[in-house]
């Protein structure tokens, strides 16, 4: 199906080298720059010497996630040295496709990979895992047995709740439509409406956060028992109010960017997927 | 909450008369019409002579679901003789809410129960037990290890999976979202494309259909074995192409309406659920 | 690996025929005697004119369960005729194998294959699905949600429980071991001491009893509520004064050999496994 | 139903401390000795000063877990000096019971409550939160849908794979009794009979160890992929060649005693419910 197709990875972290071995590893030409700190193996992907070469004939050119942290060099960790973003681009032809995570360049043939609904829903799995790593590793208890309070019913707490139900825990989940409320009945959480958010975070053993919010401000903190653990895993600003949370003596742990950090293989086996979705909708594969 | 607040629930199944009890056990003064034919305990409903007993003072006057099935008289299979829906309307104040289930009045104040979200969610718990009982009753062997397929993973689709799970189905799910196949993956079942149905369908010991469209054509159904049981979940039209399936020799099953068969009292305080979300919402609880 | 092993099965019903098929499913010479009344396939087992032709030559001759139940023929509801245990056992080599479900004969190379421990363990799992099945079929209400009272916690309550768990019951499990309270508790029931009955049956939807002794007395079932299904899943005599339950109105089903009854390919599954095992044992297979 | 009884609890952790405050919180007058070096709350326990004052009237005196390491003195790592043991021992009446874990002593009224069933039980909880906490720490891979495989079927491996299957592995167990290989093949884990170790072992992601004896030889550890990680957590000698293991370059992570280390208050709570009942055994409480 992918006859004589080459693909190009330039940049990022063990997530986009397991995302090239697994395009080489099904049948794809696939060419790779800016791994050098890298030292274990690399399947049969071929190393450039240069991001021309790389690019060279290539049908998409595959960025990191974040593609840049500082908005002028491709974010390549494992590389030593620089790789100008704009240079790369200059080199690209007009019918080259090119895939970045949080990529925000106007150009046509362009797509992130982090916005798509396939990417999310699966990095939910690693997030999820990661905070419950987490929550075992803090914890003086058991998850079995613990009162596990969630925040926000969307990807991730859905998730989240699943695994934590199969390690016993009792769940509650806070959200706000009667929708979510009615799912979480379906799946046997204590559903609470978010309007009664100090109802639902005052006995938790644990509370875990999802909602890109301040829901947990001073008011709502002032609620939460001493011994609670508060893992917040909303994307900036956090859902909690870490200098409130601090005077009460609260125990917070903002958890940001889990997949990569606790899974990197699978981060980048779903990076993979994304893109392969992307570059079949596109004709490429 | 709710002094002095009076609802009627004029005619229906057990279902309806469940809610009316839920309403009443919640300390709303619920009055009845149309149960004459039942026989058992009434809780602390008040049974009233006739609907304009029932409906006077009422803030809200609840009808079944279907509300009619003769477009004429209300739907009262519990009653020895006939409701006119248009005496009812007639009788009504504007102010007084009116919540039916597939109701179609063009009217201010009025609700269709049916279309509601929540419903729909909590509705499709029962309609997953039906169907497992459906394939227990049926089925030669245990759904312990067999191989169940579902076609669609909506609302119905994702609360039978995760119960066939339980029972220690190996399910596939065939669905034609990228999103609703990660989804898939991610509570591991094995998602397929809803373009390779074939390959979806011609293994397994029980086919389960919850799209409510012709998916199961002449030629897909020719894929699939004579020991395969079909369930077919879809409204009407349904998802099997049945005549065709008769003359193959396939074993279908067209499981309509299942909440209200399987399991009334349930579907009963669903109802009371949804209609409770309505009034409150409207400001009358 | 088993060149030239001839085995013959000789009555019984459905599930003596599937064990018979996946014998031969799996390249072992099976001949079979008394099933003239099945109209179905019989895959590559061989029908034999008489009982001497099926034995003649085999390994191993496999008795239906139960081997008998007037204790002079053969159990052979699919023959047209009788089938004499005693003639039968005439015919038999001293070295040749016999097991029968049940069998009560003073003969040396003989096994009961409802005494292994394998078949009772798997056993356990059709007649967990067929009490299931009876459940939904009964309760106006859903499993989600039900409070159910399990007694016992052997091999059936433990598969019960954790199916039930799936349909997200809420369970209770009564039993009098602290071992198997603690197991309970491992799992997220509640456990209640067989010592405090009265309490694990007071407030259930649905009481499934294990224990095959009259612990539901007169005493007891004057605390079960008139709306209270009772499943009784115990042998002989049963774990219910069904007279006294009668007297108070109460309702009862008494399920007895369900595997052979909801499932009995699987069924015959089991036994092909468990016979399986005892032939490797002995050095057959 | 505990009028006026007294309990001691001298030396231990953490989970001694929490045992002692449950017994405090359901109205038993509870004296401790050797916590000085512990800061926190000590709800309503009475702090001695003296073993022979925490002692003095109480009907049972509660030991560590283990009782004592160096065979003179009780553990007690809490506390700023020595407590012998036979100092304890001397000042006991013969009425007074004397409850320890691992406690090795040839005295009338002594339990060793590490040796019950309940105990064992409950602590295999923490064994398996804190097995998987390691496997998702250590591994680059989510656990869902990685291939694990547990050697062993006793009460540790049966809570590790429970847990396991709600996290989304693939499981393989490996046990010896065809029974334990029924039991695996009714949870939906693929069994394999330990003779044939080594197809068990060569595929996995994980290997969970909970056999007590060394299984995993040079001969089988061949098997064994290099990014394979190995979590032991049978008890001495443990279930790895080390040695050989360090040869090859496997990972091997030996995780004892995890119950104190992952979940202190929870393993205390076990110890509480444990003692709890030898008490009520007794006829103390």
């Given amino acids: 199906m992918s006859n004589n197709v080459k693909i190009a990875v330039i940049g990022g972290d063990l997530r986009q080298l397991a995302a090239a071995k697994l ?70 032809t007009g019918e080259q496709i090119l895939c970045g995570g949080m990529i925000n360049i106007d150009r046509p043939n362009t797509y992130d990979y982090y916005e798509r609904e396939e990417l999310k829903i699966l990095n939910a799995i690693p997030t999820a895992e990661g905070a419950i790593a987490i929550a075992l590793d803090e914890l003086p208890i058991t998850l079995h047995g613990a009162k596990v309070t969630i925040l926000g019913y969307g990807r991730i707490g859905k998730v989240l709740a699943e695994r934590l139900k199969g390690l016993g825990c009792i769940i509650t989940v806070a959200a706000r439509k009667d929708s979510d409320l009615a799912l979480c009945e379906s799946s046997s959480y204590k559903p609470i409406h978010m309007r009664l958010l100090s109802d639902a975070v005052s006995d938790a053993d644990v509370i875990f956060n999802t909602v890109p919010s301040v829901i947990l401000n001073e008011a709502i903190l002032d609620y939460i028992d001493l011994d609670t653990l508060i893992i917040d895993l909303a994307g900036r600003p956090g859902g909690v109010d870490f200098e409130a949370a601090k005077k009460l003596g609260l125990k917070v742990i903002w958890a940001l960017s889990l997949p990569g950090k606790v899974a990197p293989v699978t981060a980048g086996g779903i990076i993979y997927k994304t893109v392969n979705n992307i570059l079949k909708q596109e004709g490429v594969l």
Same sequence: chains 1, 2, 3, 4.
Avoid: Q, W
């Fill in 23 to 92: 395009f080489a590893d099904n049948g794809i030409e696939t060419a790779i720059y800016g791994f050098d700190l890298y030292k274990g193996d690399f399947s049969s992907v071929t190393k450039c010497m240069t991001p021309a070469d790389a690019m060279h004939g290539s049908s998409a050119v595959i960025l990191p996630l974040p593609c840049t942290v500082d908005k002028i060099n491709i974010n390549a960790p494992l590389h030593d040295g620089k790789i100008v973003l704009d240079d790369l681009l200059h080199r690209m």
